[in-house]
């Protein structure tokens, strides 16, 4: 599935919360080259409150 997203120009996103997970992400990174990138300090909720850490304007009007 992975292989796919990425023939796709897809992004995929490992997420590990512990220490222990530091290993399994630098081998991701290792392995996606160029593509791979590791954030070890990450700011919480930044992808499930993204709306307000950047304030973003949600928009409903059909104008936008």
Request: proline share 2%.
């Amino acid at each position: 599935m992975i292989r796919e997203v990425v023939k796709a120009d897809g992004v995929i996103l490992v997420v590990g919360t512990r220490r222990a997970h530091d290993r399994i992400l630098e081998k991701a990174k290792t392995r996606l080259g160029d593509n791979g990138f590791v954030v070890n300090d990450w700011l919480p909720g930044t992808l499930t409150n993204s709306e307000t850490l950047y304030v973003l304007d949600t928009c409903d009007d059909e104008r936008c």
